[in-house]
């Protein structure tokens, strides 16, 4: 695709819509008495002078996230977690009521919930039986239809598998719209993110979160890397503060532990491969699919009521059974060494 293409993607009430300018949009120093703010200061001693408003955009950690995914500041969006990404993506580039993605079951619920959100049709073809996309039916819809978004997720939820890199581009390259490959759970993958791709392809975005690997999901950080021209769209319709100073600064401060985010990395691998053999040595379970991500989905016989008696022992896991492929189908989180060791002897319990 082409930026001109690209750009004729763009819905009209957001090409001819004048952003709001926010009052730290224009000055950020002086004597501020232009955002109605509490001058008396906030109820309690920081650091952060939080009885001001953030930044709309947080340079410092922009940078820091371009620095360390190899890509220009300008291609970085941070957002609350990267299901605001999502949500913008769709209010951008996607009608209410005409509109459409396409999206390639199973996988992550949001795609589908934000499009209907926003009125937006959710066009589906299944991955194949062994979980890639089936990238000649996708096109084919694709040409019927013309979906302006295709949403892949890789490893993707509640697979856990990587998407086949080849497969990918070959979308990449061919689909007429935009392509988000959703890398939330790229960190526990052998394979290199395709972030840095963005510079070569103007219709690729990649969503990425602290919420995962890095171990902060309660500070709501996620980040699309996308061409300039996707990223200028998205910061045009963003609500002005999305990005709290809170968040901003753990986010940032998280880059000072990378040593031990790489550690519990490694140690989630460890543990995955683990998990993946005891699940694989209990006779209730059929199959236990290979992950790629900090989780594992796998089928065992009654599934509905093997989940149910987990629940009710207080072991929380995931019935994904109603998803496309997924009959039967639990999938769990890694846990700590001894969390996992207690799922195990409850489903040797349970299900053995
Ligand atoms: N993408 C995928 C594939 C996910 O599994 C999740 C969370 N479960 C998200 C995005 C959203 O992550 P967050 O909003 O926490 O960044």
Request: aromatic share 8%.
């Amino acid at each position: 695709m082409t930026a001109e293409e690209i750009e004729q993607l763009v819905r009209p009430n957001i090409q001819s819509l004048s952003p709001y300018r926010s009052a730290r949009d224009d000055y950020q120093k002086g004597l501020l008495l232009d955002a109605n703010e509490n001058s008396y200061g906030a109820p309690f001693r920081n650091q952060l002078n939080l009885h001001r408003y953030p930044t709309p955009v947080h340079q410092e950690l922009v940078q820091t996230i371009a620095g360390w995914r190899q890509v220009e500041p300008e291609q970085v969006f941070t957002g609350v977690g990267s299901d605001e990404p999502i949500d913008l993506l769709i209010r951008t580039f996607c009608n209410p009521g005409s509109g459409s993605i396409l999206i390639t079951p199973p996988t992550y619920g949001m795609y589908k919930v934000s499009a209907r959100i926003n009125d937006v049709n959710v066009l589906e073809t299944p991955l194949d039986a062994s979980f890639q996309p089936d990238t000649r039916a996708i096109l084919e819809k694709a040409k019927q239809s013309t979906p302006s978004i295709l949403f892949l997720c890789s490893p993707n939820n509640p697979t856990g598998n990587d998407l086949d890199r080849t497969s990918i581009l070959k979308l990449v390259e061919l689909f007429p719209g935009l392509v988000v490959v959703d890398e939330a759970y790229i960190d526990f993958s052998r394979q290199e993110s395709m972030a840095p791709m963005v510079r070569q392809y103007p219709n690729l975005v990649v969503l990425q979160t602290f919420s995962k690997s890095f171990g902060l999901a309660g500070i709501r950080l996620g980040i699309a890397i996308a061409p300039v021209q996707i990223i200028e769209w998205l910061l045009k319709i963003k609500p002005p503060y999305n990005l709290n100073k809170l968040t901003a600064e753990a986010g940032l401060e998280a880059f000072e532990h990378l040593d031990l985010i790489r550690f519990n990395i490694e140690e989630i691998r460890k543990e995955r491969k683990r998990l993946a053999d005891e699940l694989g040595s209990l006779g209730s379970v059929e199959k236990v699919w290979p992950s790629h991500a900090n989780f594992i989905l796998f089928k065992i016989r009654d599934a509905e009521q093997v989940w149910k008696t987990l629940v009710r022992k207080g072991i929380i896991i995931r019935n994904r059974g109603n998803e496309p492929g997924c009959e039967n189908c639990l999938r769990a989180t890694i846990g700590l060494p001894d969390e996992n060791d207690r799922l195990i002897q409850a489903l040797k319990e349970v299900a053995p």
